[in-house]
């Protein structure tokens, strides 16, 4: 479990989804994995990756194959 990060200004059009962003900021996270279109519209934030399924596994297996 971890405690939401406070972010320091609304960073999603659904502000439902900023506690989404609020948890991978506070855990670290390296992706977000989603199928939830205003987190994907974002991009990433700040430097944390927002993702479909689909495409975090093609990228899981690209760096898996590249051995990292």
Do not use: W
């Not at 962003?21 to 990756?49: E, F, M, N």
């Amino acid at each position: 479990m971890v405690e939401p990060a406070v972010l320091p200004q609304p960073v999603s059009r659904d502000p439902g989804d900023d506690q989404v962003q609020a948890c991978a900021l506070a855990a670290k996270a390296d992706v977000v994995v989603s199928d939830d279109h205003d987190l994907l519209t974002l991009g990433s934030y700040p430097r944390i990756p927002m993702l479909t399924a689909s495409l975090a596994l093609d990228t899981f297996n690209a760096r898996t194959r590249r051995g990292r």
